[in-house]
């Protein structure tokens, strides 16, 4: 198992940037594929970018393509999302989420272990 603890969010202007942190617990997070994912109110979780066990491959929503760099340190079991260039419809509570599947990366029902989430509020 492996408990998930986001940290970095908070109220910026648009056009400003945030680094989103997310530390696992556990010596297992190098066997994790993890993604990000945004919920804002009314409206459904959707992916906003994860990256493989080792690094190698990431993948991002079209939306925060160009914008957003996700990445990880497993020495450090932390996951960032880097966000650049941030527009009012980036705000959202922002999640973290593991999986040991390599499938369906942009689902979130492929995820087994979630974040309590932090909050990213862009002002216009």
């Known amino acids: 198992q492996v408990q998930l603890v986001e940290s970095g969010g908070g109220l910026v202007q648009a056009g400003g940037s945030l680094r989103l942190s997310c530390a696992a617990s556990g010596r297992t997070f190098s066997r994790y594929h993890m993604g990000w994912f945004r919920q804002a109110p009314g409206k459904e979780r959707e992916f906003v970018a994860a990256?493989?066990?080792?690094?190698?491959?990431?993948y991002y929503a079209d939306s925060v393509k160009g914008r957003f760099t996700i990445s990880r340190d497993n020495a450090k079991n932390t996951v960032y999302l880097q966000m650049n260039s941030l527009k009012p419809e980036d705000t959202a509570v922002h999640y973290c989420?593991?999986?040991?599947?390599?499938?369906?990366?942009?689902?979130?029902?492929?995820?087994?272990?979630w974040g309590q989430g932090t909050q990213v509020t862009v002002s216009s």
């Open positions: 989420a593991a999986t040991t599947s390599l499938l369906r990366l942009r689902v979130p029902a492929n995820y087994g272990y």
């Open positions: 990256i493989t066990m080792s690094g190698s491959m990431t």
